[in-house]
């Protein structure tokens, strides 16, 4: 059984960063291209990246590119998230997927 968990979200100030975790099992991490994507209050589900199976091509939206990056760790099958220069649009659920499942997703909230 596919199973994701978010982590790593909370509540920051604009320009601060996070790094958000995503714990994976039930198939084939290190072959498997993963994406990462959000949902702000009262929008639809936004893509936000992709990374291929060994780390190496990655897709970021032009939203996040040059403040985001996606890296794994498939030693410890776990994708990441790292945000820096967050703004107050960037609150929402965060979600890793693999092809239509996620998890429960992680809230961050970026407020002053």
């Known amino acids: 059984e596919v199973q994701l968990e978010e982590s790593g979200g909370g509540v920051v100030q604009p320009g601060d960063s996070l790094r958000l975790s995503c714990a994976a099992s039930g198939f084939s991490f290190s072959t498997a291209f993963m994406d990462w994507v959000r949902q702000a209050p009262g929008k639809g589900l936004e893509w936000l990246s992709r990374?291929?199976?060994?780390?190496?091509?990655?897709y970021l939206a032009s939203s996040v590119k040059g403040r985001f990056t996606v890296f794994r760790d498939n030693a410890v099958n776990t994708l990441y998230l790292q945000m820096n220069s967050l703004k107050t649009d960037d609150t929402a659920i965060y979600y890793c997927?693999?092809?239509?499942?996620r998890g429960q997703g992680t809230q961050v909230t970026v407020s002053s």
């Open positions: 990374i291929n199976g060994d780390g190496t091509v990655m």
């Open positions: 997927r693999f092809n239509d499942r």
